[in-house]
């Protein structure tokens, strides 16, 4: 069983900042992409920024981010952790959503990878 779990979520003013957290945990053999993605009440599940494993760096390897937050919101990537984050600064209320957590995970012993999603945190930025 592998499962991805997200903390970090809450309510914040408008230009605050929020950091998201996101585990792996299970039977990992290999971690690809991983990354995050938010649905706004009444509006389709969105990207919103990813990262490849990197190599061996350690670091989050090929950033990408929606055009929405570039320049506001940093990836991170612990590949020894198996944990992602997301640094949201100068939030809008535009950005108020349910942030999912997503990767491209296989588990040991098999040779496929599947694409598992977290349940979800609840970020809130006020006007």
């Known amino acids: 069983q592998v499962q991805l779990v997200e903390s970090g979520g809450g309510l914040v003013q408008a230009g605050g900042s929020l950091r998201l957290s996101c585990s792996a945990s299970?039977?990992?053999?290999?971690?690809?992409?991983m990354g995050w993605y938010r649905q706004a009440p009444g509006k389709q599940r969105e990207f919103v920024a990813s990262?490849?494993?990197?190599?061996?760096?350690?670091?989050?390897?090929?950033?990408q981010y929606a055009d929405s937050v570039k320049g506001r919101f940093i990836i991170f990537r612990d590949n020894v952790k198996n944990i992602v984050e997301l640094q949201m600064n100068t939030l809008k209320p535009e950005d108020t959503a349910v942030y999912y957590c997503?990767?491209?995970?296989?588990?040991?012993?098999?040779?496929?990878?599947?694409?598992?999603w977290g349940q979800g945190t609840q970020v809130t930025v006020s006007s």
């Open positions: 990262t490849n494993s990197g190599g061996n760096t350690g670091y989050a390897g090929n950033p």
């Open positions: 997503n990767a491209d995970i296989r588990r040991i012993g098999t040779r496929d990878f599947n694409n598992i």
């Open positions: 299970g039977s990992i053999a290999e971690i690809t992409i």
